[in-house]
């Protein structure tokens, strides 16, 4: 492979390119051929037997062999040629519709996300909604929450942490707590559980305040973990592993109640037919609602000194602080206002599952969020929602493609690749786009005219 | 004492196989200052080929001698380890290479993700048991019933351990490689104007930190007896702990800082509680980064404007 981009230029030689693709072929063989090709199994028994799978390994060989050989011959030389060619400069024409768009692109959004539910609704059914308004707008409005609560401290003040998925722990076990314990109501706990969060952020960002880079990210994964760990082996107060169970659902603010022995339940007060879904619809709007919560909280602290702080924290942390910049409060209240959101979408996901455990906030969680927040393009809202409709939303509809086991045959399950998929990703956007889909953003302070600066005139994540 | 002197033993076998992970990591942060994030599951992956190698020899081919089968196993993962870990910096870190910091670092990520969930594709989420081999042991010390044993596996890892690390630090110090490694760490600009290749000493260091790994995968599996997909997030983020307390960058380093990370651990859960002994180690990780980021055997780190 190491040959491939010296010797064979735009055009390349056939030759070579095949050298190239047959060396692929063979790293190939040598990686997958143990590893797929000899399946290990137990029988009945319990030892290991090996049964063989040569026929994949050898179709995935030729996957290899035959995409390598497309790379070199093709899609390299294709790229090179576009990067030589000199772009034309943009038009008056595509300048204002890049404009447009971008002016359009949020409300037009915003008025489909309000409207979403109503048409899942009227197309499908209350039945027949719910999987799309749960399983799809549910989910992924969680993750686009977290991904702008993470927002603020990895993509505005660039601190990159791995932990985050602590506070959503903190706030979702606060919340299963009080609530079963004391059985106060969502509402109350809501900015209770935030506040905790909060203060666990600032726990935990403060003897992490000299650190920087990688260093930082691991540290709060170390957090991360602790927290996890914590919570498996304080079975006292968290009941271990089994979690908590039997979490009360969300009241519509007190005045009707979802559950269906409740007096007061939303469908007989309306004298509606009973269903799941009302429940349903009204956590859509709520998770909704927190989500723009987040999002209007973060466009107008940028606009604030301490937004500005964070992100001349982000650009470079010693000329703030020669600048008098405070960069101990900058870093804590990024901390502190990251995790409360995260204790926010904690609760809310508490309440959603009704059920908590420490099997919801592994490291894996952590790491899904800020992928979302990476590929997005750090610090654009924009981009951060769009990567957490992609990654989630084309995780999750791998669970309906049932038309691929007719394909691979009934054993075939799609939802097994979910995370391979995922991590694969990862890996791609980050060679093919290392700045994230959106990398093109709003300055905070702008002369005359606002205009869209690229990302490569910023560095991100160096604090 | 008995007591004391078994966790002793413990000890120092696990801190053998973490001090061997310890290196690839230190290795390749020296070299281009990346946390290698997929370097645990590169572990859990060599543990992987080992066992099915490990089966096919004695199930399939009938190979008697356990040693023998053993010594083969090992071979064979680090060569294919090497080839793993070669491929996954060919495609996944050079092409970052000069981009944004911690472009490097989500790849890393993404790869792990993907590596143990392909093992959990190809090869199913179950444990994976082999048969107990060299199961002796020897007693060393016995009192009030309770005997302070070393077990055969145990030797065998502090042998191995012991060879592979004293050739290891043969190629390090003494080869044109080594001494390539060594000047890229320094100034990797300057080792190419004087005609390094750096590429392809990069790639070499990935290729040596897999085949270390390798000998961790197979040792850990022969010392347990078993290995799962997910066996490779924990003992990869202890090895970066020890690489980090040995000083991140620095070989011997890391093997002191796996030995006592090793020893730590074992301890704590001979005298403390075993439910905490990864909360121990994880603290230890962010004392350590917080209060000594230089590590025991690390340079400080200036920072240049």
């Known amino acids: 492979m190491a040959a491939a981009k010296t010797t064979s230029g735009p055009g390349g030689s056939i030759a070579g390119a095949a050298r190239d693709a047959i060396l692929a072929g ?438 | 004492m008995e007591i004391f002197l078994q966790q002793l033993i413990n000890g120092i076998t696990l801190g053998s196989i973490y001090g061997l992970i310890a290196i690839g990591y230190t290795m390749v942060f020296g070299i281009i200052g990346m946390v290698n994030f997929a370097h645990g599951d590169v572990f859990m992956v060599s543990a992987f080929i080992a066992m099915i190698f490990f089966l096919l020899f004695t199930t399939v081919l009938g190979v008697s001698s356990v040693i023998m089968a053993l010594i083969a196993v090992m071979i064979i993962a680090m060569v294919l380890t090497g080839l793993l870990n070669w491929a996954i910096e060919r495609v996944a870190y050079r092409p970052l290479r000069g981009s944004f910091r911690l472009a490097p670092l989500i790849s890393a990520i993404g790869m792990s993700i993907v590596l143990s969930n392909f093992i959990q594709v190809a090869q199913g989420p179950r444990n994976k048991p082999l048969p107990p081999v060299l199961s002796g042991t020897i007693t060393l010390m016995e009192r009030n019933n309770f005997a302070a044993t070393i077990s055969y596996k145990q030797i065998l890892i502090w042998v191995v351990t012991a060879v592979l690390l004293a050739g290891f630090w043969y190629v390090v110090q003494k080869t044109p490689l080594g001494r390539a490694q060594r000047a890229c760490e320094q100034d990797r600009k300057m080792a190419a104007l004087l005609g390094v290749n750096v590429d392809r000493t990069i790639s070499l260091t990935f290729v040596m930190g897999a085949a270390l790994a390798a000998v961790a995968g197979t040792l850990y599996l022969t010392y347990y007896g078993v290995v799962n997909f997910s066996d490779g997030f924990t003992p990869g983020v202890k090895a970066f702990t020890a690489a980090v307390l040995g000083g991140i960058g620095s070989l011997p380093g890391a093997v002191l800082g796996g030995l006592l990370i090793g020893l730590i651990e074992t301890f704590w859960s001979g005298y403390f509680s075993i439910d905490y002994k990864d909360v121990a180690a994880f603290s230890i990780l962010a004392i350590v980064l917080i209060f000594m980021p230089q590590g025991l055997l690390g340079r400080p780190e200036v920072e240049k404007v």
């Open chain 1, 26 to 463: 063979v790293v190939a063989l040598g990686i997958f051929g143990p590893l797929v090709g000899l399946k290990t199994e137990q029988n009945m028994q319990n030892e290991l037997v090996i049964t063989t799978r040569w026929g994949l390994v050898a179709i995935i060989v030729g996957i290899v062999i035959a995409g390598r050989f497309l790379l070199t011959t093709t899609i390299w030389p294709a790229m090179t040629r576009n990067k030589m060619r000199d772009k034309p400069a943009a038009t008056a024409g595509e300048v204002a519709f890049r404009a447009r768009l971008a002016r359009w692109f949020a409300p037009t959004g915003l008025v489909f996300l309000f409207i979403y539910p109503a048409l899942m609704v009227y197309f499908l059914g209350f039945q027949g909604s719910l999987k799309w308004v749960d399983n799809f707008g549910i989910q992924i409005l969680i993750y686009v929450m977290l991904g702008w609560g993470l927002n603020i401290v990895v993509g505005l003040a660039g601190l990159l942490d791995l932990g985050y998925v602590a506070f959503y722990a903190v706030g979702a076990y606060s919340y299963a707590l009080l609530a079963t314990h004391f059985g106060l109501s969502f509402w109350l706990l809501l900015p209770l559980a935030g506040t905790l969060a909060a203060l666990w952020g600032i726990m935990l960002g403060f003897p992490v305040l000299r650190l920087r880079g990688d260093y930082l990210a691991i540290v709060t994964l170390a957090f991360g973990e602790i927290i996890r760990l914590v919570l498996i082996n304080f079975r006292e107060l968290t009941n271990g592993s089994a979690g908590i169970s039997s979490i009360p659902k969300i009241t519509f603010f007190g005045l009707y109640s979802f559950d269906l022995s409740a007096p007061n339940n939303f469908a007989k007060v309306f004298d509606l037919p009973m269903s799941s879904a009302y429940y349903k619809i009204f956590l859509y709007y709520l998770i909704l609602l927190l989500a723009l919560l987040t999002a209007f909280v973060t466009l107008r602290l940028r606009k604030l000194p301490v937004g500005r702080a964070w992100e001349a924290l982000r650009e470079d942390e010693i000329a703030c602080r020669s600048l008098g910049i405070n960069t101990t409060n900058t870093k804590l209240t990024a901390f502190a206002l990251g995790a409360m959101f995260g204790g926010f979408a904690g609760s809310f996901f508490a309440a959603r599952q009704g059920f908590v455990s420490p099997e919801s906030f592994t490291f894996m969680e952590s790491a899904v969020i800020v992928a979302i927040v990476v590929l997005g393009g750090m610090g654009s809202m924009i981009g951060v929602a769009l990567a957490a409709v992609a990654m989630i939303g084309g995780t999750e509809l791998l669970r309906e493609l049932d038309f691929l086991k007719a394909v691979f045959g009934e054993g075939f399950d799609p939802d097994q690749f979910r995370m391979l998929i995922f991590g694969l990703a990862m890996v791609l956007v980050m060679i093919w786009k290392p700045r994230g889909f959106v990398s093109a953003r709003e300055p905070t302070v702008f002369l005359n005219e606002r205009k869209s600066i690229s990302g490569s005139f910023v560095k991100e994540g160096h604090g």
